[in-house]
């Protein structure tokens, strides 16, 4: 196997609606292919894919059970939060503090867990190229 890179996370969604409204209009990813019954946002990288979960099966289980927690990197964590609740997101876990930036979490409608890390660059012995969030254990 030659994996070259991460190209989708996809999300099982109850509401494709709700979910592209969450995701382009709240968090501000623009929408770069949209189908019927698939919505990619982003620009480069990987991309945030929303699918519609079984529209016979009952959508059951969060990323609070499943595990699942997509992390985005914010230049002003307050800042983000303090417009996430001003649009009604709920805030799961508040701004925790560590070595290597801060971070907090809030919920998509869905109930899965959207991390925003904002990194502190005071140490850059510390930081990778890469995102550097934190679960919520």
């Known amino acids: 196997m030659n994996v070259k890179k991460l ?9 494709l609606d709700v979910s592209v409204e969450f995701y382009h209009n709240v968090i501000g990813l623009p929408i770069k292919n949209q189908r019927r019954t698939w919505v990619d946002l982003g620009t480069t990288g990987a991309l945030i894919s929303l699918h519609p979960a079984s529209l016979t099966a009952e959508h059951i289980g969060s990323s609070i059970e499943n595990g699942i927690t997509v992390g985005f990197v914010v230049g002003d964590l307050v800042s983000a939060l303090e417009e996430l609740e001003s649009k009604g997101i709920k805030v799961y876990r508040n ?26 660059f005071k140490d850059t012995a510390q930081q990778s190229g890469g995102y550097q969030g934190f679960t919520p254990a």
């Open 95 to 120: 701004i925790v503090e560590h070595a290597v930036g801060k971070n907090a979490i809030v919920l998509d409608p869905d109930g899965y867990m959207i991390s925003l890390f904002e990194p502190s």
């Open 7 to 15: 190209g989708n996370v996809i999300l099982a969604v109850k509401d």
